[in-house]
């Protein structure tokens, strides 16, 4: 699935517009139509499902260890 704008042989996670999507979903910060399209891309896509989830988790141990 193409979207952003990207050529289709440019994987996902690789490019910077996409990742930087993947990290507002992380952080809420996109706008309504725009989260309803990123998340129903990272829900079918597996590689968005493992940045996001690697991410998610590096983000819990960054909050894990500042408690420390």
Not at 11 to 39: K, N
């Amino acid at each position: 699935m193409l979207l952003w704008g990207d050529t289709p042989d440019t994987p996902f996670c690789r490019t910077p517009r996409r990742l930087e999507r993947l990290a507002a979903l992380i952080d809420g910060a996109l706008e309504r139509g725009e989260l309803q399209r990123v998340s129903a891309h990272a829900r079918a896509c597996e590689d968005c499902r493992r940045v996001l989830e690697e991410a998610r988790a590096l983000l819990a141990t960054e909050d894990a260890l500042r408690q420390v």
